[in-house]
Each structure stands twice: as C-alpha cells, then as structure tokens.
C-alpha cells in the first residue's frame, strides 16, 4: 500500500538533546511537509521541501532543522534550541499537479 | 496573507441530526480549499476539496461543502450524523507558491456527537 509513515509514534527527550523524526512516503511525491500541531492552534508549517536538497522555512522554523537527501525521506529534528518541543508532529506530502497533500500518522514529542 | 478561521471550537449534535462546521477565508485570488478530519492521535484525512467549478463539492463519509465568494466562506455539511463522525474537523486554504503549494490552516472545531 502507499503511503506516509511516520516513526516512532511517541518519542521522548530529555532537556539539550537534539532529537529526529522520521518521515517516509512511497507515493512518488515530490514535495514534503511538516507541521506542528498544539491543542487550540490547528497546524503551524515548520518546513517544506519541494525537490531533493532543497528546503524552505515555513512559519515556525525555528529550533528546527530538516534535511532532503532522498525524494522518499524527509527526516525533522527538533533541537535543543527548541524550547517548547512537547507537541504532535504530522508529515505530509504532495504530489505534482495534485493541490492535495497526505498526512501521515504523526509523532508525538515529549519533553522529560 | 491567507488566513482561515473557525468560530466553533467545539460542537455538540445528536446522532442522527444534520451537522454544519462553519469555515471562513481571506485570500486574494481564487482559493484552493480543504476539509480534513482528525481521529485523536490520528492523522489528517482529506474529506473533500475545491479548486473551481461547481461550487457544492462531495467528499467522503457523506460530506459536502458549499463554497461562497460572497462570503468568503467554504461549510460542511452533512444531512445525518453519526456517532464514528466524532473527531476535530479543520478547514484549510491552499496557496500554490510556485514552488510548492502551502496550506494555511484553521484551529479546528471539535464535533461531539451524543446518542
């Protein structure tokens, strides 16, 4: 089946660790997305990757970095710059000409 | 810049009952616009989309939306609710870049459904 999977579907991190979210699809898509999710604010784009090695801020980038080697992978790290990372972490994709974008299942993110 | 709000956190409907999530919009050209349904701890669904033509789209589950210039508004519709239709709902307003398309998002509306 394809899709966007996303592991592990609960992660911990103790204060000044840097830690990576992993996000892989199989749906051929060049683009992909991450989103920040908190209760009572909806979605917040962190950032977004249109093509392999290339990667724009989206509107809370900050604390965060991505990398894009592969079209299938699209891997987050939350750093330790990141004060508040306790939240839910969806990734999505898009395809080409498509307008429509997939979310995977999510990572929730806890802060010991 | 794009915006999306929805006035109801939270809605409460009987089973059986007919269901509208409100969903307004601020965008300069014509939008792309987007339902999707949250489960708890679950991902995004798309429910259903609209990019031009008719203006009352179907989706999924039995769903539909009306899209209204006039009132820069984009509500879900569902004539009879079920109790599995109980999630957050959000409203979503694409913006295709020219590198990517970008969605902005509302804050969601969460339907409780009683039996």
């Known amino acids: 089946d394809g899709g966007i999977t996303q592991s592990p579907k609960y992660l911990f991190r103790k204060e000044g660790q840097n830690v990576t979210l992993s996000c892989e699809q199989n749906l051929n898509h060049d683009a992909m997305y991450w989103y920040r999710q908190d209760p009572g604010q909806g979605l917040r784009l962190i950032y977004y990757s249109q093509i392999v090695n290339d990667f724009q801020k989206g509107d809370i980038a900050e604390g965060y970095s991505v990398s894009r080697e592969k079209k299938e992978s699209f891997p987050l790290t939350v750093t330790s710059a990141q004060k508040n990372p306790t939240a839910f972490y969806l990734c999505?994709?898009?395809?080409?000409?498509?307008?429509?974008?997939?979310f995977g299942p999510g990572t929730r993110l806890l802060v010991l | 810049a794009q915006s999306v709000t929805q006035p109801d956190i939270h809605i409460t409907v009987s089973e059986g009952a007919s269901l509208e999530l409100r969903c307004n919009y601020s965008?300069?050209?014509?939008?792309?616009l987007f339902w999707y349904v949250q489960s708890p701890g679950q991902g995004l669904q798309l429910l259903l989309k609209y990019f031009s033509g008719d203006t009352l789209v179907q989706g999924i589950k039995g769903f539909e939306a009306e899209f209204k210039r006039s009132q820069s508004s984009f509500n879900l519709r569902k004539p009879s609710v079920h109790w599995s239709d109980a999630a957050e709902y959000f409203c979503?307003?694409?913006?295709?870049?020219?590198?990517?398309?970008?969605?902005?998002f509302g804050t969601g509306t969460r339907l409780q459904v009683t039996l």
């Open positions: 999505a994709s898009l395809g080409t000409g498509l307008e429509t974008q997939y």
């Open positions: 979503a307003v694409g913006q295709n870049t020219g590198t990517a398309s970008k969605l902005t």
């Open positions: 965008y300069g050209a014509t939008p792309y």
